[in-house]
């Protein structure tokens, strides 16, 4: 068994306020802010709203010199990679449980190019000194960062800037990191959305989508998500009558509820949730014997939202819409990368319950290896940052919608499900058969900057 550890020499950083439980399950509030990833980043040029990047594109500055006679963190038999997350209250848990699953993966066949791939894994205990500290430290010992997952990830990236020889994949949720030309996102977001989910649920429910609501959490990063989203809902003829935002330590939505009921609310958007939150939706929606059609998204996809929405009977006929499988293993038998990551996922951590950042660690780590595999049998830094440049396709084996992390540029292909039986079914997509491996791919992406 492969566990998660903290790597001897990096020195541990004290706890200077152990946090009451209340916080912590605050903290899991936060997510709210970072659904779907990445909630604010974008790098695509774009100067007014429009559902096509800039045809000038992402351009990086080149890479530094020194980054390719740079081998710390590798030897001949090694290759060393830190991450750097927020495990406190089990926040983000399952990033570096992830980055250790692939890690298993390749090693289990002999590493990559014979180098097995060694995971040492810190949690900044949701602090940003901690975070910049272990960053440095990650800097100054290992190859490469892969599969980090912090919402103070702004602190690591002053010291990325700094070293920008050193690659760093991972799903960043600062603007500023995810812009850095050494940050590679197995799944880049941009301010904006994907139009195809808003045109399929405007043509499953035109006269719904006049009575629109969402409920965001009071954090400057979902809000700003979320007016991607309602531009690009607005430009596809819907009508958001109700969008408050609401403190991350709410756990009662009742007066929202009685809220949406008062506007006539008949369409409600949920995607930007994390599952514990949704579920709370989705027993006051209950209570109050109000039922519009609800529409979920990838960070409330989890085994825990059917029983903590009070079972089938509470939220059957749900709709789910994202660009990932669904890889809790649903797709299983029509994508065997689901089986594989499942697997993995266990020999990293028996009992672990994967989610969305248990598979964007998988992922992360994933990307990483395909550019060092790239990057031949003798790779620096700068041979790797010169192989992820050239990654302009990636979807892990059809885990993820395809995307560009060369480009910065995210999917636009997604699948739509439903809650039957308390159970995650596709509906409407196409067969999860080569070419299109389940993925509609119908619209692009509505990029937008107010």
Same mark, same amino acid.
């Given at each position: 068994m492969h566990l998660v550890q903290n790597r001897p020499g990096h020195a541990a950083v004290r706890d200077r306020s152990r946090r009451p439980a209340r916080v912590v399950l605050s903290l899991a509030g936060v997510v709210l802010a970072v659904s779907l990833t990445a909630c604010s980043s974008t790098t695509n040029s774009t100067s007014t709203s429009t559902t096509q990047p800039s045809t000038k594109g992402y351009v990086a500055p080149p890479i530094p010199s020194s980054a390719f006679s740079n081998y710390t963190g590798i030897t001949n038999s090694t290759v060393t990679v830190g991450n750097v997350s927020t495990k406190l209250g089990g926040l983000f848990a399952g990033s570096p449980i992830g980055v250790q699953a692939y890690a298993d993966y390749v090693n289990s066949s002999g590493g990559i190019n014979g180098r097995k791939l060694v995971v040492g894994s810190q949690d900044d205990q949701y602090a940003g000194g901690p975070n910049k500290q272990f960053t440095a430290a990650d800097v100054a010992t290992d190859f490469a960062l892969v599969g980090s997952f912090s919402l103070q990830d702004s602190f690591g990236g002053a010291v990325l800037a700094a070293n920008p020889d050193v690659p760093n994949v991972t799903v960043s949720l600062d603007q500023a990191t995810s812009d850095l030309p050494n940050t590679f996102s197995p799944s880049p977001a941009a301010t904006g959305w994907q139009l195809g989910p808003l045109v399929y649920f405007k043509n499953k429910f035109p006269s719904e989508i006049t @009575?629109?609501? $969402?409920?965001?959490? /009071?954090?400057?990063? $979902?809000e700003t998500k979320w007016a991607g989203e309602k531009a690009a809902m607005v430009s596809e003829g819907y009508r958001v009558v109700y969008d408050p935002t609401f403190a991350i330590t709410t756990t009662n939505f009742n007066e929202y509820v009685a809220s949406m009921k008062s506007? /006539?609310?008949?369409i409600? !958007?949920?995607? +930007?949730?994390?599952?514990?939150?949704a579920a709370s939706v989705i027993k006051a929606l209950? +209570?109050?014997? !109000? @039922?519009p059609t609800v529409v979920l998204g990838a960070s409330t996809y989890s085994e825990q939202l059917v029983p903590n929405a009070g079972g089938p009977a509470a939220i059957d006929g749900a709709y789910m819409e994202q660009s990932t499988s669904l890889y809790l293993g649903e797709d299983a038998t029509a994508i065997p990368a689901v089986g594989t990551f499942l697997h993995w996922v266990q020999v990293a951590s028996p009992g672990w319950h994967a989610d969305l950042y248990t598979f964007y660690g998988w992922l992360s780590a994933q990307l990483f290896v395909q550019a060092l595999s790239a990057a031949g049998s003798h790779p620096s830094r700068g041979s790797v940052l010169a192989a992820l440049r050239k990654i302009t396709? !990636?979807?892990g084996n059809h885990l993820n919608a395809t995307a560009d992390p060369a480009q910065k540029l995210p999917a636009s292909c997604y699948i739509i499900a439903r809650i039957e039986q308390g159970r995650y079914v596709r509906v409407d997509d196409p067969p999860t058969t080569p070419p299109s491996y389940g993925y509609r791919c119908d619209q692009p992406y509505y990029f937008y900057q107010g």
């Open positions: @009575h629109t609501a $969402a409920l965001i959490a /009071g954090e400057p990063s $979902a506007e /006539g609310v008949r409600l !958007f949920l995607e +930007q949730m994390p599952e514990n939150y209950n +209570q109050q014997n !109000f @039922h396709s !990636f979807n």
